[in-house]
Structure formats: C-alpha cells, structure tokens
C-alpha cells in the first residue's frame, strides 16, 4: 500500500528512556518496572505524531502502528549524526538497547494468509528483533532517516534475494546468514581455531516435515514441495560453531567476539539448525546474550540479562554452542 506522511511538528525524543543502560558494564535488571513503565510512555507519546517524511511504501506492506514508524525515524534521526564517532559495535547495541522492554510474541510475521511485509516494532521475537537492529544499523550507517528506507532494508534483509514472497523468507538461520553475507549486509566469523572448534552438518528438514504447524503451509503442498526443495539443497553443509564447554574462556572469546555481533545458539533438536537469536554483549563476568526472551524468569520481553551466556548454554543439553556474524 501507498502511504504519505506529512510533518505535522514535534520534539526530539531521547529513546534511552525505554530502558536503555549506556553503561557497556552495568547490567540489565529484567525485573525493573520503570523500564516498562517508560517505554509504555514512549509509545503512548509516539501515537500522536506523524512519521517526518512524504513516504512510499511497497504495496504489499502490511498494515503497521503509527507509533512505529515514528519510532524508527526518532532512532534513525538520532543515531544518524553520531554514526562517524560510534565503532560498528558501538553502534549496533545503542540501537538494540532501545527495544529492552518491548514484549516477546511470536508468530508475528504469521498472522495473514497471504505474505506481506510485516513491520512491527512493538512484538518481537528473537528473529524478528534481531531483523529489526540490523535493518535499522545498516540504515544508520547510510545516513538514511526515512521510514521508507527502513523498511526496504527490512524486506531485503528478510527474504532471499531482497524478494518478499513465503518460500523467499529465510526461515532458518543458516539461510538467513548466507543470504545477508551474499548481499554484503554481515559477514560470518568462523575462525580462528580454537574456539571454532566443534563441526555442525547441516540437516534441517523441519518445515516441510510438519507443515501442518504452519498456516501457509499446511493447505499448499506445493509450497511445502518448494521449501523442501530449499532444504534439501542445504543439507549436508559444514560450518563451523564454537562449542559451548568454551564459552568460559573470556580471554578466548574476546579476541573474536565484539559487542553488537549477532549469535545463534547451535542445537541437536532434530531437523533445525538453531534455536535461538541476540547480540553479544560483553559484562564484567563475561560473555551475555542480549535477546528477546520467552523465559518467565526474564519477563517475556527484550532484556540484557543477569544470566550469562556460558550458564544459559550449560543448563540446556540441547545447546551445543554458537555461530557468530557481524553486521558489516
């Protein structure tokens, strides 16, 4: 659909209000209610404004939140004019840290029976926050304010080829990264060794094995045949992970790992290739995933967690380690 927005007026809001910690070493207490609280606030305030810009949108662009579009062109107005004096790292976690808060729902790019391009900022899960951050970086990093921009990269980012239709999306991490890297957007650290130590061979079969789990799947087995095909193309691909046994090792692990770098949490459940997404972020005690949650324990939301990421890993058997890219 087409949209235009006229600047009606208003003031600069300072996003660090939803939560945000600058403090590369100060942790986030999930349990803080004035998090929510401001970024409850935030929204409310950002429902009466109207995006800064006249902009076209791709006609199969879903229908968003006023509050949205806002919302990404503050981010982008703000961060824009610190990008030359913010490393990539830098850069990266201001923008993720502004989502702290913002509730975990999943699904959210499931919900019509046709696919569209859905942006929605105020549910996320950990694919769709990631997405969000690295739109939203590489949007910063052109000097690029507009809604409209954002969302292009979004479709660009989400969908193979920058085509958006149900069998593009990239559903799976290691499709998601290969593509992303093939459009130059980031790029995949999987050296040196040690730490990349441990060998994944890929065998993800998981969609078209149970595409009755899936709305657009479950009543189209031609689409089902197609992503099959995708799968199959995939499978028996050899990356490289770092084990999880080495995630203690802090000195190891920062030579490679740097702030704002995206990480997948490699898994032996059957069929898939990942389980969960975030951004490194690195604590006095070590290493953190900062990620939409679905734990309880975390509030269901985006959080910079207590935990870190060497605990949350030995406490689950299926956790086998970690990839790790790098927004370019």
């Not at 879903?62 to 062109?73: I, M, N, R, W």
């Not at 957007?185 to 990349?196: A, G, H, K, L, Q």
């Not at 197609?226 to 499978?235: G, H, I, Y």
């Not at 050899?238 to 920062?254: E, G, M, T, V, W």
Request: net charge positive; hydrophobic share 35%.
């Amino acid at each position: 659909m087409k949209r235009k927005y006229i600047l009606i007026g208003f003031a600069l809001f300072i996003l660090s209000a939803c939560g945000a910690k600058t403090e590369q070493g100060r942790q986030q207490h999930v349990t803080d209610d004035s998090v929510e609280t401001s970024r409850r606030n935030l929204y409310a305030d950002l429902t009466t404004l109207s995006a800064p810009d006249s902009d076209v949108l791709p006609d199969y662009t879903d229908d968003y939140t006023k509050a949205d579009s806002v919302l990404v062109c503050q981010i982008l107005q703000e961060i824009v004019p610190q990008r030359q004096e913010l490393s990539n790292g830098q850069l990266v976690m201001k923008i993720a840290r502004k989502f702290i808060g913002v509730p975990y729902v999943a699904h959210t790019l499931d919900r019509n029976e046709e696919e569209k391009l859905v942006v929605n900022l105020h549910e996320l899960d950990c694919t769709t926050y990631v997405e969000a951050v690295t739109a939203l970086t590489l949007c910063a990093r052109k000097g690029e304010t507009r809604f409209s921009d954002y969302v292009r990269q979004l479709e660009q980012i989400r969908y193979r080829g920058g085509k958006m239709s149900y069998v593009n999306r990239l559903h799976y991490f290691h499709w998601w990264l290969e593509d992303n890297e093939r459009m130059g957007f980031v790029s995949e650290i999987d050296s040196p060794n040690p730490p990349f130590t441990a060998v994944q061979t890929l065998k993800i079969n998981y969609m078209s094995l149970n595409a009755r789990l899936y709305d657009m799947l479950k009543n189209n087995p031609g689409r089902v045949e197609e992503l099959k095909k995708l799968e199959d193309a995939t499978n028996g691909t050899k990356l490289r992970y770092i084990p999880k046994s080495l995630l203690c090792n802090s000195r190891l692990l920062r030579e490679v790992i740097h702030d704002g770098d995206i990480i997948a949490i490699v898994t032996s459940k059957r069929e898939l290739d990942t389980t969960h997404l975030g951004f490194a972020i690195w604590h006095k005690d070590r290493l953190h995933l900062m990620n939409a949650s679905n734990l309880r324990k975390n509030g269901n939301r985006v959080v910079d967690p207590i935990e870190t990421l060497y605990n949350y890993m030995m406490s689950r058997p299926a956790n086998l380690g970690i990839r790790v890219a790098r927004i370019k």
